[in-house]
């Protein structure tokens, strides 16, 4: 039997034993546990997957309840290579920073220090729950680990990912920052969104407007969180991100800052195909590289089949 033939047989076999659970999703890179929150909101079953022991320990205190009802599984873990322990960095200033790469977890000269975290590879977990419904990866640099777990035959039917993320001052090179959406593509995905995760706006290709939005909604964040009561005066937040309240009041929900929002057929905006979402994605990232006081992007992919 050639190498190829042996692979699919295993393949088939490993995918045979898992089942498509409609009612689940996989919150993988919990945080604080935002995320997590609308999901049980909107009555889904969540496996929520998280490396910091404080994030985890505070969201069992959080989510007692849901718990204890089965509706919720918390896994105190990283998504590595392989099976084991390894060293993690905990961002001390922005617990969302935090990563495998040193780098990404200290960037802009941020303080972080390193804790040993227990680790598994993500098909561990496809196999021990099932393939959900929707998959949120967000885990700082690593969430290509999750997607080279996935295949064509164990691929959720909604999925989201960063769009790319660096521990440098400067963004990846072009071909690095569509390394997610080639993936997508490879798995079999067809339709995208790139949705800023300060707005929850999905870019359209001739779309200038979304710039004098991201400023906006820069300017408003920065009230939100240190000038919060005079953002509520003059109603900044309110004015800078029109999509995000128009989501909330769609879902009976307020998306806190950091979280990644709604997500398939919640988001707004129409899918594009592959060639128009890369084709965008390359003009919009040149366009906030040359323009932007912050060249990191914030930007996540959605895919559906």
Known sequence: ???????????????????????????????????????????????????????????????????????????????????????????????????????????EGRRCHSVEVETVRFRDILEKFGIPLYLKIDIEGNDHLCLRDLTAQTRPQYISVESCCTGEDTPLGLEQSLMNLERLRVLGYRKFKLIDQTTFRAFHAHDRSWELWERLGNMATSYQSRKARLARVLGLQHFAIPAKLKL???????????????????????????????????????????????????????ATI
């Open 1 to 107: 039997m050639s190498l190829d033939s042996t692979f699919d047989t295993l393949n088939s076999i490993y995918t045979a034993r898992l089942a498509v659970k409609d009612g689940l999703i996989f919150d993988v890179g919990m945080h604080n546990g935002d995320d997590t929150a609308f999901y049980l909101h909107q009555r889904y079953k969540v496996v929520a997957v998280e490396a910091n022991p404080e994030m985890v320990r505070a969201a069992a205190v959080r989510f007692a309840e849901q718990i204890a009802s089965g509706q919720l599984t918390l896994l105190n873990v990283a998504i590595a290579e392989s099976s084991g322990r390894k060293t993690f960095w905990i961002s001390d200033e922005h617990s969302d920073w935090s990563s495998f790469d040193k780098a990404i977890a200290s960037r």
């Open 248 to 302: 909330e009041r769609r879902h009976g929900w307020q998306f806190q800052v950091g979280s990644s929002g709604p997500w398939g057929d919640g988001t707004l905006g129409r899918w594009l195909d592959y060639p128009e979402a890369s084709k965008m994605f390359v003009n919009l990232r040149r366009r906030h590289i040359a323009n932007a006081h912050n060249p990191n992007l914030w930007w996540d992919w959605h």
